[in-house]
């Protein structure tokens, strides 16, 4: 995969010098004037990065979104305050880790420095015991990084990393891209733990970091997706485990500037349009159909959330093929997720950091302190003396009494930050979705490729099986770029260099290890 001539070329991404490079196939560097028209449907990062791939080399591209706003699941809004002040809204926080190699490339197409991302100085994780662990000091480069946290961390003494079971524990220590998934989908992420006698105090490490973020209870969760997470953060990259926000909201940051430089490319951008069919049209081109309009097009990319995919294959009676439809229809999204955003009358103290990590506070997985981060909180907050903070609930009980639930995180912040107990929220908005992909266990072989078995139909989005250690946002930027490359590669024309972490255990010692539980 990875060739040391393609590594001259490109430069590299990070700080990773193992940093896995997967260059472009070959080809002309760009269309003329035979160049094709592709429907790219789907405005998230997916189907942002495949637009961009396309219309690099000079493919006319339409994008269609349902929604009013690019960005998917990081699009933002404007909203009015009951105090009058305009905000904009979004489903907040996300960590752009710097293992995002694909993504930064997709950002740095409008923002070559990628100046508005901002390091987060740490994110600490507070358990209910009063435990707290810390990334700020742990060493970025492996094995010291999984060494080092451990040996920091409050959950992991001595005991505990005796009552490991180390043997159970080797498979982590090699996690090669993609057979992790034949040795560990079919195990559940807390029956892995479970095996590993993961410390019961430092579960909450594990899951914060990782499982949680797959927005689903670990029992239902693959322990291969887990693995995944555990390589690409702890054992697989020497990026570290810090990560950057945006320092603006999301329009503003990220996807007016990427929309314009799209617009600049002759892209052509449909936002609140809904593709409700897609039909072979004879000779390998298709009609997308949206409202009263059908778009003819040599090629389509399918870069749906899952539940929009799922509709719209069900809806495309010719499109691929049944078996690829039915395993379409079998997809499943996680359960739902709030998120909660308040505006307060008076600030929380001082010392506390942009983002922190929560475990055993009922629903709350983490609270933000918007003002500390972005710039638009941030003039708010000079202004009214008030703090900004959002409180994520992962993986909710679904059908669960929504109201009940919103008071019950407020409750929980007034644990964790008792200062907020006597504010007054001057304003809140609570969003409630259920669009994130689900992994369970076993799923593996049904979650869709990129390629399908029309050639002229490629899929992108974090739901997809690339085998690449990719995931999330990641997974997203990645799979989009390498659906552009697919439909390149047909068209002969060169695709986009992409770059992941070592789809392998990085250091012969770790991978020695490894092997001995395979004895
Ligand atoms: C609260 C929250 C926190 C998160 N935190 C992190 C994090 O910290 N780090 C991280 O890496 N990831 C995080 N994620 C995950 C991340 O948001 C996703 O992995 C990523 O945004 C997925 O991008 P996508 O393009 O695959 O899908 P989406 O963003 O869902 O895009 C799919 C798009 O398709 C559109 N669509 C659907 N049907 C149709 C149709 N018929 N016609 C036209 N358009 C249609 C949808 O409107 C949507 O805009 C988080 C997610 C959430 C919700």
Not at 134 to 142: A, E, I, N, Q, Y
Not at 212 to 224: C, I, N, T
Not at 283 to 293: D, I, L
Not at 468 to 485: I, Q
């Amino acid at each position: 995969m990875t060739t040391r001539s393609a590594r001259r070329e490109v430069p590299r991404r990070g700080r990773d010098r193992r940093a896995e490079s997967l260059p472009a196939g070959p080809g002309r560097p760009w269309f003329g004037a035979d160049a094709p028209r592709v429907a790219v449907i789907g405005g998230g990062i997916a189907g942002l990065a495949a637009a961009t791939g396309l219309a690099e080399r000079g493919v006319r591209v339409t994008l269609l979104e349902r929604r009013e706003q690019l960005g998917g699941r990081l699009a933002g809004w404007a909203d009015t305050l009951s105090d009058g002040s305009p905000v904009t809204m979004s489903r907040g926080f996300h960590a752009f880790f710097r293992q995002y190699y694909n993504l930064r490339g997709l950002l740095r197409r409008a923002d070559p420095s990628l100046a508005m991302l901002r390091g987060l100085p740490d994110y600490p994780l507070l358990g209910r015991d009063g435990t707290r662990d810390s990334f700020r000091h742990v060493p970025r480069t492996p094995p010291l990084s999984a060494l080092g946290f451990a040996a920091l961390s409050p959950s992991f003494g001595l005991r505990e990393l005796a009552g490991l079971d180390a043997a159970a524990a080797l498979p982590l220590l090699d996690v090669r891209v993609p057979e992790v998934y034949a040795r560990l989908d079919g195990v559940s992420a807390a029956d892995f733990l479970d095996r590993v006698r993961f410390p019961e105090r430092a579960r909450h490490l594990a899951f914060e970091v990782f499982s949680r973020s797959f927005f689903v209870d670990p029992a239902e969760l693959s322990a291969a997706e887990l693995a995944l997470m555990f390589h690409i953060y702890f054992l697989g990259s020497s990026e570290g485990l810090l990560f950057d926000v945006p320092d603006e909201p999301y329009p503003q940051a990220l996807w007016n500037p990427l929309a314009a430089y799209l617009t600049r490319l002759g892209v052509e951008l449909r936002t609140g349009t809904e593709v409700e069919r897609v039909q072979p049209a004879g000779g390998g081109r298709h009609r997308v159909s949206a409202g009263r309009e059908t778009v003819p097009v040599d090629a389509v990319v399918l870069a749906l959330d899952t539940g929009g995919l799922r509709h719209l294959a069900a809806a495309s009676p010719d499109l691929a093929d049944a078996r690829w439809r039915h395993r379409v229809a079998g997809l499943r999204t996680a359960p739902p997720f709030l998120v909660s955003r308040l505006w307060l009358d008076r600030p929380v103290d001082a010392g506390r950091p942009g983002f922190l990590g929560t475990s055993g506070y009922g629903p709350l997985d983490n609270v933000s302190v918007l003002e500390r981060w972005e710039g638009e909180a941030a003039r708010r907050s000079a202004r009214t003396g008030g703090s900004v903070v959002e409180l994520h609930a992962y993986a909710t009980t679904p059908g669960c009494d929504r109201k009940a639930e919103q008071l019950r995180l407020t409750q929980e912040l007034a644990k964790v930050y008792p200062e907020t107990r006597d504010a007054l929220v001057v304003d809140r908005r609570d969003l409630w979705f259920e669009d994130c992909p689900h992994f369970p266990v076993g799923g593996y072989a049904d979650r869709p490729t990129v390629s399908t078995p029309d050639p002229s139909v490629v899929v992108a989005g974090d739901l997809v099986r690339t085998g690449l250690p990719v995931a999330l946002m990641e997974r997203a930027a990645t799979s989009g770029f390498l659906a552009s490359n697919a439909l390149l590669q047909r068209w002969g024309v060169r695709g986009q260099h992409l770059w992941t972490v070592p789809d392998r255990g990085r250091s012969a010692l770790l991978r020695g290890l490894a092997r001995l539980g395979d004895r």
